[in-house]
């Protein structure tokens, strides 16, 4: 695996570093080197925000993020990074590594696709579509990595300075909405030899927790069902409907899904219905979200599903195949990385927002009928484990927190009491509130880089909570099988279709300042009273 070439000493799980020569810092210099990183960090806002405004222009959906990957490995390439493409078989998905002698290896990760028909001019307080029915970044996946890069590269100057040891590792989640690669890096050991991972994701406050989080794990599956194509009105009696095996399972599903614990949920769509009316179907498919809190929950909806598949081939002559096309575990953050970082959040605080700030929240907020707060000015407290398990999303970083210590960082850059994968959580992700909220973040980020490389004993005492505490009961087993392969096919037709027209929005950093300034968004805009 590429993590296996840059490392020369690995250990089972962790690197020995408490054994390593390396010089000792005194807290004093710790501190001094970690506010000199926050400094550079914002003395690097600028390009922060035109990374930002850049992938939030491209609107890439999952699998399909190519302008946004060049455009991201373009900049590491620039700084030194060695790039490896199209890992795990995925095109649009890399590995970027920079190593400065022995040390520990800290990955740094975040999504970058975005959501269907989510379109929206950013800074603009309703709903209003860059391109009608085109994707956007109504998840706010276009600020996390370039947080990542502006946090490394601040860490990365002050280690070639002081010759401090370590590597860097920066990675995409591609196709995180559909939940389906970070399964397969974890499958494929990219993670191998990395001594922790920061994840982070765009939040309307700057936290981080530990613990089982709260949310759930799941299985993304395609159901297909073949039958015999007929006449609909000439000979009916001759067709195997496939459709009506899509419209069974969907039926019987549903009625499993009244007797399901309310831990447990799941969704569907219909990917295939069949071609025209007067054509007894013979194709036709339905993909599902199995989610639960737990791993074992996750597989038992899995095999009932599966049965019930079964039975509606059963019931119509048909046959039926099924594709697992995403997974997520359950995520498990890690306490001692946690802890850190809280300490360096406190020590960042909020942006400061201003008037124009909190104007658009709220004019965003009375929009979508939700209380009229404005951005958050007061820190979230350290997140702590879940007393009792609680039900809701999930996210695949939840593979990578089960084979290396991991935390999510979330930071400020959206607006609070949206509904999210909406297109008004794409309003604040071009604006002046995720411009601050990525600097803010990716200082907190930068501290904590520095803390795991200036005292390494910390990456022994975060791989002592992961395997005495965190995987003390539970083990990983991944949800994919080693014929599986990414469904890197998805969202092309969608994208091949809206790229056009797309491209005319693409932020041109050498003509206007900001993103806002190119398409003439005066900020904020709201509707008049």
Known sequence: MRIKTVLILVLTGSLAFSALAQKKYTPK?????????????QANHKQSQVMVDKIFSFAELGFQEIESSKYLTGILEQNGFTIERGVSGIPTAWFATWKNGD?????????VDNIPKASQYPGVAYHKPMVEGAPGHGEGHNAGIP?????????????????????????PGIAEELVAAKAWYTRDGLFEGVDLCIFTHVANNLGVSYGQASGTGLISVEYTFSGDAAHSAGAPWRGKSAADATELMNIGWNYKR???HPLKRSHSVITDGGDQPNVVPSKSSIWYYFRDVKYDGIMEMYAQANDIAKGAALMTGTTM????????????FNKVIAEKMYQNILKVGLPAWDENDQTLAKAVQKELGSKEEGMPTKLDTLGLPVKELVSGGSDDIGDVSWVVPTVTLRFPSNIPGLPGHHWSNAIAMATPIAHKGVTAGAKAEAMTIMDFLLQPELVDQAWDYFKNVQTQEETYKPMITKDDAPPIYLNSEIMNRFRPELEKFYYDETKYDTYLEQLGVTYPTVKKN
Request: glycine share 8%; proline share 3%; hydrophobic share 50%.
């Open 258 to 260: 009244e007797h399901l």
């Open 147 to 171: 947080l990542n890069i502006t946090a490394a590269l601040a860490v990365k100057q002050i280690m070639e300075r002081e010759n401090i040891g370590g590597t860097l590792v920066l990675w």
């Open 29 to 41: 210099q710790i501190e001094a080197l970690k506010a000199e990183a926050a400094q550079i960090v």
């Open 103 to 111: 040390g520990p290896v800290i990955a740094l990760g975040s999504d």
């Open 321 to 332: 195949t099924s594709k697992v096309l995403g997974t997520a575990w359950p995520r498990h």
